[in-house]
């Protein structure tokens, strides 16, 4: 197969925005029609909170939140002091008895309306299963981060003393890849579960990084991680009940002193269109946590990680570095 060429913790060759905007105007659409096909606008035409219109759509209120927060960003709805009411726009266009209601413009159209409708019902279980960690579902992750995510951890996390460093839950393995392209002295170690990790590999082969960039199958929560690692990657694995539990089994892997590196979306980042779609997205998709970064200081701090820091952000997207204390801090 022929060698990528592609520096992975550099910005994308060719920029993806035309597509990568369309794509997101195609999720501002699904949220309008949504929200046409359960009434808002035409309840909202007095204000109210997201609790208060939850209450009379019978629909989940913290989903309802993060709905009405991107279609104030769409022109749809205004937000004054936590109550949200429609536009002169909405009024005009949205609402059935209006003579140039445009509500037949929006349908749902896709799979994605689909899963926001579903994880606005009441009936959908809060908790959803861990997914199926296909070949396919992990390309698609390795692709969304490679356009900039990657690159903006890469970037905030300064590797160049550091001699080892753990994946964990490193999935289509860009990340280790990129990491060891930027620091030709670091010999990574992947780890995952035993089918993902050989997917990885393929694409470790790819970039020629075989001898720097290993893959080790297993399973985070029940087996040995390994030791000895300067740094740990944590890249959108420390989710729910995996939290405390590899929080405590990184703390016994990393030397003293050695760097945490977490990526995780968080709730407290700028309040723009961009972002309400991403937040509302990761609701859709069925995941429920957006802890704040003084929240994940929290967490960092009671199980031994010192002076986290928010060291980048991209999007809803933050890369947060913390150091391990002594064996026992
Ligand atoms: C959301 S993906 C993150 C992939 C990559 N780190 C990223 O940020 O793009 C979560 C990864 O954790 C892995 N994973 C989930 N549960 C695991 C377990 N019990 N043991 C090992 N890996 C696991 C999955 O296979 C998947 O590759």
Not at 3 to 21: N, R, V
Not at 174 to 185: G, L, N, T, V
């Amino acid at each position: 197969m022929e060698k990528i060429g592609q520096t992975l913790y550099q910005p994308l060759e060719i920029d993806p925005t035309p597509l990568t905007a369309l794509s997101q105007n195609r999720q501002i659409y699904e949220a309008v029609s949504v929200a046409v096909s359960l009434g808002v606008f035409k309840h909202l035409r007095t204000p109210g909170t997201p609790g208060e219109l939850a209450g009379k759509l019978a629909i989940d209120g913290d989903v309802a939140y993060y709905l009405l927060k991107l279609l104030a960003h769409a022109g749809c709805l205004t937000e004054d002091r936590g109550k949200f009411s429609a536009t002169p726009l909405a009024d005009a266009y949205l609402h059935e008895d209006s003579p140039f209601y445009l509500g037949h413009e929006f349908t749902l159209t896709c799979e994605y309306g689909r899963q926001l409708l579903a994880a606005l019902s009441p009936q959908t279980p809060r908790n959803t299963p861990e997914p199926e960690w296909t070949r396919e579902r992990l390309r698609q992750i390795g692709v969304f981060g490679m356009m900039g995510s990657i690159q903006s951890t890469v970037e905030a996390a300064e590797l160049s003393a550091a001699r080892r460093l753990l994946d964990l839950g490193g999935g289509h393995g860009f990340y280790s890849i990129a990491f060891a392209q930027k620091y030709p002295q670091l010999e990574v170690t992947l780890f995952d579960l035993p089918h993902v990790a050989s997917y990885a590999d393929n694409f470790v082969r790819e970039f020629s990084l075989q001898q720097r960039v290993h893959t080790r199958g297993g399973d985070f929560l029940a087996d040995d991680i390994g030791h000895g690692f300067d740094a740990v990657l944590c890249a959108n694995v420390l989710h729910s009940n995996k939290r405390d539990v590899l929080l405590v089994k990184i703390r016994q892997a990393i030397n003293p002193g050695g760097q945490l590196i977490i990526k995780t979306r968080i709730g407290d980042v700028a309040d723009n269109l961009e972002n309400a779609a991403t937040k509302l997205l990761w609701q859709a998709k069925g995941g429920r946590e957006l802890f704040s970064f003084a929240e994940w200081q929290g967490f960092l701090a009671s199980h031994g990680f010192r002076n986290a820091e928010l060291a980048g952000i991209s999007g809803i997207y933050a890369t947060i570095i913390a150091q391990a204390g002594g064996n026992d801090g």
